[in-house]
């Protein structure tokens, strides 16, 4: 058991100091005082002049590396385990990227699974960047309904010279695909959509929307700060009921094309009347990112980080003044209910005991706790990757 005292509880919503008590890897109390349980069977924090926060969601993360658009010398590495918690990331969500053919969905799982004995909580998207989508069972319904890790679909590109340009019929074929399984089998079937800079934006979405029976939230585009045009037709998609994404990892040649900064976009979006229920921010963390010129030709290429995630959530409060409750929301409760993700996101009693505890003043991370496991001390994982 663990005892951590004295901090102030964000759950993401603010209740003041409080004492939380964790017992293997279930928080099972939240209270005042619970220094009753205060005995030497009990690990005891003080975090005093720390702030609690629910441990981050990461909904986009290239877990198994990216193709990389320079050749297969620019193929993009693994995620590391430990950028990922000295991040306060407790959950990824895992995606194929570009390149989905020698990048497999066989390899993604088995990476997922393997950040698993480590502590990490993931998940993962079946399906691909491109159409026809490949899959474990031969069908993105099957993968869904009988292989535990697979939640939805995607990252599926839109939007983008790089993508299948999929019909209206092909993306509805895969959402009501996608949508059922999740029914059956108890899980959010999200499709993940890639937006491009294309100049159809979201269009294909609301046509799909419009022409069939999916709903707007069965889908979840990503990189909507891509550009002002792309953020303007994403708040009004918002407005029309749909979720939107803003990518963290970017570069500074890539924000002079026209990228607005994730914090910003949020702040943005917010100040708009977007409700945070249907905002989030995610990494796209080991993506390969890209810049082109207006003729399609690679001139630059970097990789995304996992931990721009974080650095944006602490962008957004002490640059763009969004309240706490709220960026702190973007980055746990909103992305692990958009995927029904029902046991993260939230310091609740019952919940999974993943927990930041975070410097008053400046956020930084000091220490990590996953599945109630400690992960982080003193800014310094205790976790080590195999081979690091």
Known sequence: MKLIRNAQVFSPKSLGQMDVLIAGNKIIAIERDLSEFSNQFVDEIDAK?????????DSLVHITGGGGEGGYATRTPEMNIEEAFIGGVTTVIGALGTDAETRSLENLLAKAYGLEEQG??????????????????ESIKR???????????????????????????????VASEARVAGMLSGKAGIVSIHVGDEDEKLSLLTQVVEQSDIPVKQFY????????????????YAEQGGMLDFTTSTT???????????????????????????????????????????????????????????????????IHQVPLELALASITQSPAA????KNKGKVKVGMDADINLLDAETLKVQAVFAKGQQVVKDENVLIKAPYS
């Open 338 to 341: 958009i995927l029904s993700l």
């Open 143 to 173: 993968d869904i309904m009988l292989i535990e890790r697979f939640i939805g679909v995607g990252e599926v590109a839109i939007a983008d010279h790089r993508s299948s340009q999929m019909s209206v019929s092909e993306l509805s074929r």
């Open 221 to 236: 585009p990503t990189h909507i700060n891509r550009s002002k045009a792309l953020l303007e037709a994403g708040i009004f």
């Open 252 to 318: 500074e040649q890539i924000i002079e094309q026209g990228e607005i900064p994730a914090a910003k976009a949020l702040a943005l979006a917010l100040e708009k009347g977007i409700d945070v229920a249907q905002l989030t921010m995610s990494s796209d963390g080991n993506a390969s990112l890209p810049t082109f010129d207006n003729k399609g030709q690679l001139i630059e290429l970097e990789v995304g980080r996992v931990s721009s995630l974080h650095q944006s959530m602490v962008d957004a409060v002490l």
């Open 49 to 57: 002049g720390q702030i609690l926060t629910p441990g981050f969601v």
């Open 120 to 137: 990490l909580s993931v998940y993962c998207y079946t399906g691909s960047y491109h159409f026809p989508m490949g899959s474990i069972t």
